[in-house]
Nanobody, 120 residues
Framework: DVQLVESGGGSVQAGGSLRLSCKVS???????IGWFRQAPGQEPEGVAA???????TFAHSVKGRFTISRDNAKNTLYLQMNSLNPKDTARYYC????????????????WGQGTQVTVS
């Protein structure tokens, strides 16, 4: 079965940076894979995704601050988050097998358990 394990979350001051990792098993990071987040009491929000052709898609709220990348040899997905602010506080999830160029959670088949990011 496909497995996605997130890591790298934590607490950071506003203006700081974090790098999230998603180790993927039995699925290739060269296919469509991305990041979503959810704050308590709020709807899930697509953050960033990357398609099989390497084209990234970002939510407007993070464009210019976040970068999505992948290491094919390690089969690992990354999310570099810079200039963090308290509105970025959420649990971040890695998801795989979605439609290219979209941040629609309904199109993704596989999900990790998430990693918490808190910005203060």
């Amino acid at each position: 079965d496909v497995q996605l394990v997130e890591s790298g979350g934590g607490s950071v001051q506003a203006g700081g940076s974090l790098r999230l990792s998603c180790k993927v098993s039995r699925y290739s990071v060269t296919d469509c894979i991305g990041w979503f987040r959810q704050a308590p009491g709020q709807e899930p929000e697509g953050v960033a995704a990357i398609g099989g052709d390497g084209r990234p898609t970002f939510a407007h709220s993070v464009k210019g601050r976040f970068t999505i990348s992948r290491d094919n040899a390690k089969n690992t997905l990354y999310l570099q988050m810079n200039s963090l602010n308290p509105k970025d506080t959420a649990r971040y999830y890695c998801a795989a097998n979605g439609d290219w160029y979209t941040l629609d959670a309904a199109t993704y088949s596989y999900w990790g358990q998430g990693t918490q990011v808190t910005v203060s």
